[in-house]
């Protein structure tokens, strides 16, 4: 009995990290800081991720050395650190995603962003049908992403069977897995 308990508290486990955004730490071991001219720059490594809603972004730093600002793209491109539309300085500063869209970030020292100090993410758009909310429009004034960026639309895919999203197809399997195991178990 006691395997079975540990199956359910397994799948159960799995099921909440499915449904679970991941967090991505800015900077890896470095944290939030000027990049080295020889490392990666903020933006080639968003570019090498996938960001959706209800993932978030864990911003490390010094809070009496730095801050981070949420900016729009008019500020990002000019390192403005005077027009912000959120402004962190506790040192660990978790930014989540509610939306799909671009979102800007630069440091809250104006020479730090200079020096690169700085970060666009775009998040996905949510495909599942799962949520109500609309991705929010970018502003008029919003250009697009710096340094030749090229972000194509995503192409339309067909939905999942009667219209559930992916995650509770997956989820299902999940279940469906666990559930043969533990049958062929016992």
Known sequence: MSNYVCLILLSFFMLISIAAGTQFKVGGSNGWSVPDSNAMSY??????????????????????????????????NSCNTSSFVDFFNDGN????????????????????????????VVVMADRSNSSSLAPAPLPASASPPPYGWVVEEPTAQPPPPNGASSRVVGMVSTIGAVLGALSYAF
């Open 43 to 76: 933006n080639q490594w968003a570019e090498k991720n996938r960001f959706k809603i209800s993932d978030s972004l864990l911003f490390v730093y010094l809070p009496d050395e730095d801050s981070v600002l949420l900016v729009d793209a008019d500020a990002y």
């Open 93 to 120: 500063t978790v930014f989540s995603f509610t939306r799909s869209g671009h979102f800007y970030f630069i440091s809250g020292k104006k020479d730090n962003c200079d020096k690169n100090e700085k970060l666009v």
